[in-house]
């Protein structure tokens, strides 16, 4: 089959949300219609023996939340969607940004009670800045919610952009009876308590019925009111507009019933964007091109703790992939064995032959990949927009049994290069500091320490409350600031010199003191390449 037809077959998108919103749930049933699963496992059963597919960590099925991204591939009529399930939780924010980096589409998922929540909004932020396609699920509507009159409004209003509804809600709560499909005018019933996916929806056509309009009664009366409403005051959906992020789709329903699942499967189908060129530093890269490339957006550590093992995720963004082929590592020109390359299904991992565009593949390694590196078949890219964001916390951390510290430097190494925490090396001193966007990466880390590695750590406040990555054009300038700062410098995971404050002034006074020295907020990890617009 040809390269070209395999990539319009492929379907990639990250599902976003706010902590429980129903994200998790929402992705199981998505695996289990599409036939990936039998029987869904729910996010909150931790006490029963079966938890979510994408919630594999211990840590996340003792406390029923998603703290690490999943990677799911199915197929659906005829299309291969993979599915890349993200933590809800605020302080993982910088692995969903990653994430978001290597999709094609987001799926949000809102919860209908609460409307759009201060998570769901950061992470429109960083779809919106990458024009990523939206669709929108409004769960929850088997329980007392919003209006959706008022859902709908306050969608357009915080998120900014045109709502297309395609499905419409019948009643809600313990009157919920289903939802009607306005494109092609019918009425799904619904049935709550479904663990499997299944065939027989009751499906009805003429809500004019005198029989069906006693059977639902006002909820049917007010629902045909709306729509009619709806119909009249919503723009029409416009395919263009939602590829550029400035419209989405949107659909109602009861993730943890099934219900409403089969119509976001059909949309992402009917709907979403086959993968698309990406851009590198050298050159645009079509998919379709006969050479491989592909960029690492994730790397996890411990999937299975019985090997040690390192699973880099690759976005492949051009070319054929097929095992035993020889890859080079743009950043190191070093060679990548590809013997052993899997595919997903969370942690269930299935030796891989071929892949295409869009297709995350997994490749086991023991440090050779880093984040934001490109893999070609020998020519030299660097694919852009995978980001490391300055910590906000700061920690110190020791440990009970000074004879485990090869452990806890070997588990802090590991973890560091995921990208979940950051590890800094202070020029002076041997005591290592733990840097997050989340003070939840920290009890993470400790838990993660203490399970994968049988090492006890004890995190400690540290001074520092910012950092900057620094640079310079002259590179003497740059080492002459380093040696007059030793006591504020740090080394993170590549190296890069990295300048610690206690307090805001202290940066300032810096800033002041050495004009020809860049202080950097935000940097992309392979090629040190900062983004300067984001200083300070």
């Not at 991992?349 to 070609?376: F, W």
């Not at 588990?411 to 002076?428: D, M």
């Amino acid at each position: 089959m040809s390269i070209n037809k395999e990539v319009t077959r492929r379907r990639t998108f990250a599902i976003i949300s706010h902590p429980d919103a129903g994200k998790t749930t929402l992705t199981e049933k998505l695996l289990m219609y599409a036939g990936a699963i039998h029987i869904a496992g729910s996010v909150k059963a931790r006490k029963a023996s079966r938890h979510a597919t994408s919630d594999w960590m211990e840590i996340e099925k003792q406390r029923g939340i998603s703290v690490a991204s999943s990677v799911m591939q199915m197929e659906y009529r005829d299309c291969v969607i993979n599915l890349l399930d993200t933590p809800g939780h605020q302080d993982f924010s910088e692995d969903t940004y990653r994430v978001l980096t290597a999709v094609d589409a987001a799926l949000m998922v809102i919860d209908a009670a609460n409307g759009v929540e201060a998570q769901t909004l950061r992470l429109l932020e960083v779809c919106r800045a990458r024009n990523t396609p939206i669709l929108t699920f409004v769960n929850k509507m088997d329980r007392e919610v919003q209006e959706p009159l008022d859902l709908i409004d306050e969608i357009e209003r915080t998120l900014g952009m045109a709502t297309a509804p395609f499905t419409w809600p019948i009643g809600m709560g313990n009157h919920f009876h289903g939802v009607f499909d306005l494109r092609n005018q019918c009425m799904r019933v619904f049935q709550p308590g479904e663990d499997r996916a299944h065939s027989n929806d009751e499906i009805i056509s003429d809500l004019n019925d005198p029989a069906i309009q006693q059977r639902f009664g006002i909820d049917l009366t007010t629902a045909k009111q709306e729509i009619e409403l709806i119909e009249g005051a919503s723009p029409e959906f416009n395919h263009e507009e939602f590829l550029a992020g400035k419209q989405t789709p949107v659909f109602f329903g009861s993730a943890i019933n099934n219900f409403g699942v089969r119509e976001i499967l059909d949309a992402l189908v009917d709907l979403a964007p086959a993968p698309e060129s990406r851009h590198a530093i050298q050159r645009e890269v079509i998919p379709d091109e006969k050479k491989f490339s592909g960029m690492v957006f994730k790397i996890q550590a411990n999937m299975n703790p019985a090997h040690r093992d390192r699973i880099a995720f690759v976005r492949i963004c051009s070319g054929h992939f097929k095992r035993g082929m020889n890859l080079k590592v743009s950043r190191s020109r070093k060679d990548i064995r590809t013997s052993t390359v899997v595919s997903f299904l969370s942690q269930r991992r299935d030796l891989l032959e071929e892949a295409y565009p869009g297709d995350i593949i997994g490749i086991p390694n023991h440090g050779t990949l880093q984040l934001g590196d490109t893999l070609t078949e020998g020519e030299t890219l660097q694919f852009t927009g995978l980001p490391f964001f300055a910590p906000e916390i700061f920690r110190t951390v020791e440990i009970a049994d000074p004879l485990k510290s090869k452990q806890l430097k070997l588990g802090l190494t590991q973890l560091g290069e995921e990208g979940a925490i950051q590890v800094f090396r202070p020029q002076i001193g041997n005591t290592l500091l733990l840097g997050a966007v989340g003070i939840l990466q920290f009890e993470v880390v400790t838990h993660r320490l203490q399970t994968e590695y049988s090492v006890a750590a004890r995190i400690a406040p540290a001074k520092y409350q910012l950092a900057r990555w620094v640079t310079a054009e002259d590179s003497r300038e740059l080492q002459r600031f380093i040696d007059a700062n030793a006591h504020r410098i740090a080394y993170d995971a590549v190296d890069a010199p990295t300048f610690l404050a206690a307090f805001g002034a202290e940066l300032s006074v810096a800033e002041e003191n050495w004009p020809n020295i860049r202080f950097h907020k935000l940097r992309e990890h392979a090629g040190l390449v900062f983004q300067t617009n984001m200083n300070n």
